[in-house]
């Protein structure tokens, strides 16, 4: 079955920027969109972006200015770099597969079916 | 201050019935699905419910999700120990055009 794994440094100093790599394994990268989702200790979940297999993306608005996402379908691979972090950036980091619904000719997304672990990036000096 | 609004926490007894409910907005939920997750301590969040009210393959027919206008809910019935878990609502909000989650609500089996 499909698995993510993320991998990437755990510590990343102030102002620096921070960048994980999500391996998709048992499946291909196409045909889906893929996101990262962040969650700081003891809080919720915020949605970082997405990006489409064919490299369209998605930010959110609250971190648009310093994230880039980006996508290597030849080695199943999506990437993440957040720009100028800071101790509020100390999160545990996902990666996950999104979901599109479709109902009367319009297609939507429907969720993140298949999450990774998941890896602690703390910002720090 | 989450976009969706959760209750911090939920109780029940095994064998119960209880349900956590999730308020939006005419942008996120009222205009589009709602997933549900269930994250146990110290793992990924798990997809139990999409597209409103529908269950992946694995999920027990137990648990069942619902929406009505701007809100919707999270039932599990014939509570069980292993169901102690935070549980999150999302849904795809038009207006910032972004993921949005709730709190999360801490479900406590007594």
């Known amino acids: 079955q499909v698995q993510l794994q993320e991998s990437g440094p755990g510590l990343v100093k102030p102002s620096e920027t921070l960048s994980l790599t999500c391996t998709v394994s048992?499946?291909?990268?196409?045909?889906?969109?893929w996101s990262w989702i962040r969650q700081p200790p003891g809080k919720g979940l915020e949605w970082i972006g997405y990006i489409y297999y064919s490299g369209s993306t998605n930010y959110n608005p609250s971190l648009k200015s310093r994230v880039t996402i980006s996508i290597d379908t030849s080695k199943n691979q999506f990437s993440l770099n957040l720009s100028s972090v800071t101790a509020a950036d100390t999160a545990v980091y996902h990666c996950?597969?999104?979901?599109?619904?479709?109902?009367?000719?319009?297609?939507?997304?429907?969720?993140?079916?298949?999450w990774g672990q998941g890896t602690m990036v703390t910002v720090s000096s | 201050q989450s976009v969706l609004t959760q209750p911090p926490s939920a109780s029940g007894t095994p064998g119960q019935r209880v349900t956590i409910s999730c308020s939006g907005s005419?942008?996120?939920?009222?205009?589009?699905?709602v997933n549900w997750y269930q994250q146990l301590p110290g793992t990924a969040p798990k997809l139990l419910i999409y597209?409103?009210?529908q269950r992946p393959s694995g999920v027990p027919d137990r648990i069942s999700g619902s929406k009505s206008g701007t809100s919707a809910s999270l039932a599990i019935s014939g509570l069980q120990s292993e169901d102690e878990a935070d549980y999150y609502c999302?849904?795809?909000?038009?207006?910032?055009?972004?993921?949005?989650f709730g709190g999360g609500t801490k479900l406590t089996v007594l």
């Open positions: 999302a849904a795809w909000d038009d207006s910032l055009n972004a993921w949005v």
């Open positions: 005419s942008s996120n939920i009222g205009s589009n699905t």
């Open positions: 597209s409103n009210n």
């Open positions: 996950a597969r999104g979901l599109m619904g479709c109902s009367g000719g319009s297609c939507y997304p429907d969720g993140f079916d298949i």
């Open positions: 048992g499946g291909s990268i196409s045909s889906y969109y």
